[in-house]
């Protein structure tokens, strides 16, 4: 990345943009493009989460988009009460009305950043985090941006995490970071390539899989399994 991290993307300049992006994040069979393996990783969120929680009642979606996350897990599971949070209000509109046409209970709407909403304790038996903790900055924002999702939750509840990873060794970032380039460049040529790189560098933070499972450790999680990894894109579950 070549962007410093005080240099990056507010989040009113992520906001903005996301508002403008609503369709992209609106398709179930393809997930968002840009992500390897989207698909699959959302039926194997959607096909744990119940697994792990069966009696969950309530779920929370952080950074929920267009809703796609918590709509296969309603799927799998109805009635379950859900907590929608995003930075776009469009965005959280779109998704509110989805999951209005699915099986589900009680539907909230909280627009905003989830580190400064007030949102309820130990409440939470699903909380989903898709493609939403790369813009986290520094080592102390991380820290209090799990350290919050940890509290939301009730003891056995399961944090679902997907998300665009980087690595620890500058060789295998490199040589994973050349192979999503690569998939880029099969969707859409070399210019969209550079165009997703280049809203990468301006806008995400994104940390290492070892650095995110240490800290959530740190912050109390007892039990952590990765779930996916192809080249940056991984998913991991974490136990309450």
């Known amino acids: 990345m070549k962007t410093p991290l005080g240099k990056k993307s507010s989040t009113q300049t992520i906001q903005e943009r996301f508002d403008n992006d ?11 493009r ?3 393996d989207a698909p699959l990783i959302l039926d194997l969120i959607s096909a744990l989460s119940i697994q792990l929680v069966p009696h969950a ?3 929370l979606d952080i ?7 918590t709509i296969k897990i309603v799927r799998e599971k109805a009635g379950l009460n859900c907590d929608l949070v995003d930075l776009s209000q469009p965005m959280l509109a779109r998704a509110e009305h989805r999951l209005r046409q699915e099986n589900t209970g009680v539907i909230r709407t909280f627009h905003g950043d989830f580190r400064t909403l007030d949102l309820p304790q130990d409440h939470y038996d699903l909380v989903v985090a898709a493609a939403v903790l790369h813009h986290l900055r520094d080592d102390q924002d991380w820290l209090e941006g799990f350290s919050k999702i940890y509290s939301l939750m009730r003891t056995g509840g399961a944090l679902f995490v997907s998300d665009l990873f980087f690595h620890e060794h500058e060789v295998v970032h490199q040589v994973m970071w050349d192979r999503y380039g690569e998939y880029l460049s099969s969707l859409g040529g070399e210019e969209y390539k ?15 899989m070892t650095f995110q499972i240490e800290l959530l450790r740190r ?3 007892r039990k952590i399994d990765v779930l996916h990894k192809n080249s940056c894109f991984g998913a991991y579950v974490a136990i309450k």
């Open 34 to 36: 840009a992500v390897i």
């Open 22 to 32: 609503v369709e992209r994040f609106s398709n179930l069979d393809t997930g968002q």
């Open 63 to 69: 950074g929920c988009g267009a809703g796609n996350n």
């Open 219 to 221: 912050v109390g999680f």
């Open 57 to 59: 009642q309530n779920i």
């Open 194 to 208: 550079q165009q997703v790189f280049g809203y990468i560098d301006i806008e995400d933070s994104p940390r290492d």
